[in-house]
T-cell receptor, first 113, second 114 residues
Framework: NAGVTQTPKFQVLKTGQSMTLQCAQD?????MSWYRQDPGMGLRLIHY???????DQGEVPNGYNVSRSTTEDFPLRLLSAAPSQTSVYFC????????????FGPGTRLTVT | AQSVAQPEDQVNVAEGNPLTVKCTYS??????LFWYVQYPNRGLQFLLK??????LVKGSYGFEAEFNKSQTSFHLKKPSALVSDSALYFC????????????FGKGNQVVVIP
């Protein structure tokens, strides 16, 4: 299994540009989520999905959209990038249930100038 | 809502000495607690978790953590630190009565000095 994969690894955007961060998992996990990591703030949940066709907002959803058309894929869209969205983005997945841990992708480092 | 506090920004320890990374939590009911480690330019890796049962939980790479309900703490420990343990450590809590969302602490940088 490849686990959780993310592309690209690095990206530089100009303010106002849009882009999609890709996330895929091959473990047939129902639950997937997106976090952003900023220094001194830990990981903050952006959006999550409990299964195909179902998404919900996390702690910091503004400026981001998600969709979940398949179990495997959970892309994160930045509609109009802002410098405040400069961060490292992690995708994670897990099976259903509160007792299990999440599996994280390697991250995407995004810089918005 | 659940929350986690990791009071120290950085923990410095000499190689071979015991390592402790502190974590306290706030959640309604009995918590589900997790520790993750992040090596430079990598994603987070699961170390261990507490769900129920024995208060001392053993995990990967020789790490263990002690759950203390009265002090609402879940400190991560390793008896003898290695230079390769230098990394960023995150504590996380999940509300057992809520959804599957995890609340993370801000992380602790551990530096093991040779």
């Amino acid at each position: 299994n490849a686990g959780v994969t993310q592309t690209p690894k690095f990206q530089v955007l100009k303010t106002g540009q849009s882009m999609t961060l890709q996330c895929a998992q091959d473990m047939n996990h129902e639950y997937m989520s997106w976090y952003r990591q900023d220094p001194g703030m830990g990981l903050r949940l952006i959006h999550y999905s409990v299964g195909a066709g179902i998404t919900d907002q996390g702690e910091v959803p503004n400026g981001y959209n998600v969709s979940r058309s398949t179990t495997e894929d959970f892309p994160l869209r930045l509609l109009s990038a802002a410098p405040s969205q400069t961060s490292v983005y992690f995708c994670a997945s897990m099976t259903s249930g509160r007792l299990v841990e999440q599996y994280f992708g390697p991250g995407t480092r995004l810089t918005v100038t | 809502a659940q929350s986690v506090a990791q009071p120290e920004d950085q923990v410095n320890v000499a190689e071979g000495n015991p390592l402790t990374v502190k974590c306290t939590y706030s959640v309604s009911g009995n918590p589900y607690l997790f520790w993750y480690v992040q090596y430079p330019n990598r994603g987070l890796q699961f170390l261990l978790k507490y769900i129920t049962g024995d208060n001392l939980v053993k995990g990967s790479y020789g790490f263990e953590a002690e759950f203390n309900k009265s002090q609402t703490s879940f400190h991560l420990k390793k008896p003898s630190a290695l230079v390769s343990d230098s990394a960023l450590y995150f504590c996380a809590v999940r509300d057992p009565y809520g959804n599957n969302r995890l609340a993370f602490g801000k992380g602790n940088q551990v530096v093991v000095i040779p």
